[in-house]
């Protein structure tokens, strides 16, 4: 059976194109535009990874991620951070560091955009197999 | 053997033992000679009066004894007792004289004796007037006349022989030599012993006066001699004994403390003497001693190194090798004031021009008389070069001071400018004694965090940014201070240096902003990338599968990104650009017309309500139209996309424009959801965007930089739910429109 993820981000045309490349090979996709709606539809069909922007309207990336890992029923699934925003960017907001300091499992990939769509299949890949 | 004589008697007679003496010697001789000539002169006196006596006496006798003969008139008798009274040894001569004068009777004359005369010299006629008997000492001194007159009687004139005239007084007289005999013979010898006596004594008295003296005090005055002889060249014999206990004795020892005195004082200045005399010679000037002829008479030793052997020369040709007088001569204004002079000459020394002080000064002897002058000169060359060196550092720190392209001030303890260079006069005016805090800032009282006060504390460097306020501009400051210090190391002033450093900080801010907007851009570029790579994707893939719907997004997705280039590129352009803005004759009611008719389509699209609130037709105005063209399209683009986040009510952009006061105000108002206040300070400095994929983040960038070229302000007002507007006013005077300059946008 196909494995599913959850492909979380506010730009339309990104949630298009990271879903045609995982649909090409092979997984089967959901997608979110904000981070409550991806709530939702994690504890509704609880998919077997979450692809997850950082800048998102409503409810960050970031957020999103801490609530995932806080409650016990969604702390083991995998996330795979797909940002345009490098640490270098804006280092107040230095997301590693910050997820890290909280003691907080970090999440299994980083894959910056312009998303290089083998190193996201490979990470995805891992992310999932290790599961 | 002769003339060795002469030099004894000579030294003789000049020597004290001998002049004492002799003129005791003589003192005693005169007196003894003056006592002796009046005891002669008194004995003879006494002896003449008693032969006088006698003779008159005999004078009487015999007239009484002639009486009878003359009454008589019995003249043999007469005759008689005159040869009988001339026989007496003592008599010499009688003669009986008639009322003529004329010798009636006379005794014989005695042998060796002369013949006496016939007559007399005495006239009767006196005896009238006064009838005492008249004597006087013969010429020879052996003998004494007496003429004892004969006076007309009673009985006489009344006798009946002859008998005289009553009216005749005299009527003859009876005149007598007598001897003075032997008396006269012992008085001269007498007289003789007693000058022999006296020149005796006086060579007995001048012997033993001369004897004492040469026994007595000329041993002590050969001493004190010595001593004296011995005090001429400086030394000092100290007396062991004492011999004589008189004046000498006392003279004696007052010398000897005089001469240990001057022996003592002869050693201190010999010692001055040896001091002053090496102070000449070693000091290191040129030292002469000139006289009143301008001949150099003394020269020490740094002269003489200097200029050779020049005693005895003119002072003019020892020091400078002139042949004349100088014209200004201080030593002979010396000579001439008494006073010190000074002045400073060139001479040449080595061949080299050198600076000279020169100073004289008057040298005078015990009478306080000006014999010679002392000339000093101090060779200042290295010092009036090293001034001159200093002089020109000085200028130079000086124009270095001016010239400093920041303002430089001298601040003291009290916060007053004593000092100011020109940029500072220049732009404050030549304000001394000000505060400096009045001056820069226009405050009452010092600053707080002053580096000056800092500098004051501790001596060091101090640097504070400030913000001044000068003409209604903000103006970015630098101050540095440094301690100025006085020549005992206290901090007497301090040295403010103000730079102004707006454009540096313009520069500063345009520099992170340049960095922020690579930054930014990087990642607006990075986003397009991303939609073009997934566009891309679609395209081929829904190609590959024959995917309609792929093919159809992803061509849409690479067309919009491919217009977010071609925005940012334009953006890019226009704000990297150096472009000068063209300021034309515009209407901007025209203006915000024609940027409204081209969002129109823009807004209707997201079903917003673009309300124009102006009037087509305003005052004309000199704007860069294509500056404000596109500062008022960013501000309603961004306008139009605010208000299509929101659902919940009617989108709506209001333009407002107005003229007023000389200056075009114009406001665009939207009523999306409003700038949270974090973003709001950010909004003109960075390259930021809201808008995710959809903006460039260049907008608001180009319009600040469009509004500040029109020396305007721009201004955000926004509420979280409720809205937004900016605010632009800029300058602009209305102006005559004249058509032919217009321009179309």
Redesign the interface.
């Known amino acids: 059976m196909a494995k599913k993820i959850l492909v979380v981000d506010?730009?339309p045309?990104?949630q298009?194109?990271?879903a045609?490349?995982l649909e090409?090979n092979g997984y089967e996709t959901m997608t979110a535009s904000d981070g409550d709606e991806a709530l939702e539809k994690i504890k509704n069909c609880r998919p077997d990874l979450v692809s997850l922007d950082l800048?998102m309207p409503n409810k960050t990336g970031i957020k999103l991620f801490r609530e995932l890992r806080k409650d016990p029923v969604t702390a083991d699934i995998p996330v795979v951070m797909v940002t345009?925003?490098t640490a270098e960017?804006i280092p107040q907001m230095d997301f590693k560091k910050f997820i890290q300091e909280r003691s907080l499992r970090p999440p299994e990939a980083y894959i910056?955009?312009?998303?290089d769509?083998k190193l996201l299949l490979d990470a995805m890949k891992e992310a999932i197999g290790g599961d | 053997m002769g003339r060795i004589l002469f030099r004894a008697l000579r030294k003789f007679s000049r020597s004290l033992s001998f002049k004492l003496s002799f003129f005791a010697g003589l003192v005693v001789f005169l007196v003894l000679m003056i006592f002796t000539f009046h005891a002669v002169k008194s004995q003879e006196q006494n002896l003449t009066d008693k032969v006088v006596q006698g003779a008159i006496k005999d004078s009487r006798i015999v007239k009484a004894a002639i009486w009878n003969g003359m009454m008589n008139n019995q003249r043999e008798v007469i005759r008689e007792i005159i040869l009988a009274v001339g026989q007496l040894d003592r008599f010499l001569e009688i003669r009986l004289l008639d009322d003529e004068g004329v010798v009636q009777y006379a005794s014989s004359p005695k042998p060796g004796t002369q013949t006496s005369k016939k007559r007399i010299d005495l006239s009767l006629k006196e005896f009238e007037k006064d009838p005492k008997e008249r004597h006087w000492v013969s010429s020879s001194g052996d003998s004494l006349h007496l003429v004892d007159p004969i006076m007309n009687s009673r009985n006489c004139s009344t006798a009946a022989c002859h008998a005289h005239p009553e009216e005749k007084k005299v009527l003859g007289a009876l005149a007598m030599t007598v001897s003075f005999g032997s008396a006269r013979e012992d008085f001269r010898n007498y007289a003789n012993k007693t000058r022999i006596f006296a020149v005796v004594l006086f060579v007995v008295v001048s012997s033993a006066i001369g004897l004492a003296i040469v026994f007595l005090v000329n041993p002590g005055l050969k001493k004190l001699q010595e001593s004296a002889a011995l005090m001429a060249v400086g030394g000092y014999l100290p007396r062991s004994e004492t011999y004589l206990f008189d004046e000498i004795e006392e003279v004696g020892r007052v010398f000897d403390d005089a001469s240990r005195r001057i022996s003592e004082r002869t050693t201190r200045l010999s010692e001055s003497r040896k001091l002053y005399r090496s102070l000449f010679e070693l000091v290191p000037c040129y030292l002469t001693v000139v006289d009143r002829d301008y001949k150099i008479v003394r020269a020490n030793r740094a002269f003489e190194v200097q200029f050779g052997n020049v005693v005895g020369m003119d002072c003019f040709a020892g020091y400078k090798g002139r042949r004349s007088r100088c014209p200004e001569c201080l030593v002979e204004r010396t000579f001439a004031d008494g006073q010190p002079h000074e002045s400073e000459e060139i001479w040449k020394v080595d061949g080299e021009t050198a600076h000279v002080i020169v100073k004289t000064a008057p040298m005078v002897n015990d009478k306080g008389d000006i014999t010679q002058v002392l000339e000093m000169g101090l060779n200042v060359t290295e010092l009036v070069r090293l001034q001159k060196e200093v002089e020109k550092k000085q200028k130079e720190y000086k124009e270095l001071f001016d010239r400093v392209p920041c303002y430089l001030t001298v601040v003291s303890k009290d916060f007053r400018v004593i000092q100011s260079n020109s940029l500072f006069k220049k732009d404050f005016g030549s304000v001394t004694d000000d505060h400096c805090f009045k001056i820069y800032k226009g405050l009452d009282e010092k600053c707080s965090n002053c580096p000056v006060e800092q500098t004051f504390q501790d001596g060091k460097s101090h640097t504070s940014e400030e913000v001044w306020l000068r003409e209604g501009e903000e103006t970015n400051i630098v101050v540095h201070t440094a301690a100025l210090k006085d020549d005992r190391g206290r901090i007497a002033s301090v040295l403010e240096m103000s730079t102004n450093i707006t454009e540096v900080k313009r520069l500063e801010s345009e520099l992170a902003l340049l960095g922020e907007t690579i930054?930014g851009m990087s990642?607006t570029i990075?986003?397009i990338?991303?939609?073009l790579?997934?566009?891309v994707?679609?395209l081929d893939?829904g190609l590959e599968r024959g995917r309609e719907d792929?093919i159809g997004?992803g061509w849409m997705?690479v067309k919009?990104n491919v217009e977010l280039i071609s925005d940012l590129v334009k953006g890019i352009l226009f704000a990297a650009k150096r472009r000068e803005p063209e300021f034309t004759v515009q209407d901007p009611g025209q203006l915000l017309k024609d940027v409204c008719d081209l969002f129109e389509s823009k807004a209707a699209g997201g079903n917003v309500q673009l309300v124009r609130d102006f009037e087509e037709h305003m005052d004309p105005g000199l704007i860069d139209g294509a500056g404000i063209h596109s500062a008022l399209s960013n501000l309603i683009s961004n306008a139009i996309d605010a208000c299509r986040e929101v659902e919940e009510r009617p989108r709506v952009v209001t333009v407002s424009g107005r003229r007023h006061d000389g200056r075009l105000w114009v406001e665009v108002s939207d009523n999306g959801p409003g700038i949270p206040h974090e973003v709001r300070d950010r909004l003109f400095n960075k390259f930021f965007s809201t808008k995710?994929?959809k903006g460039t983040g260049l907008g608001l960038l180009l319009t600040r930089k469009v509004i500040k070229e029109h020396r305007g302000s721009i201004r955000v007002e926004s509420a979280l739910g409720r809205g937004t507007a900016f605010v632009i006013e800029i300058p602009c005077e209305r102006v005559q429109d004249d058509r032919s300059d217009r321009q179309a946008v």
């Not at chain 1, 910056?112 to 998303?115: H, L, R």
């Open positions: 506010d730009e045309d990104m298009a194109f990271l045609a490349v090409d800048l345009g925003l960017d910056e955009k312009p998303v769509t | 930054a990642h990075k986003n990338l991303g939609g790579q997934g566009g994707y679609l893939s792929r997004h997705m919009k995710g994929h």
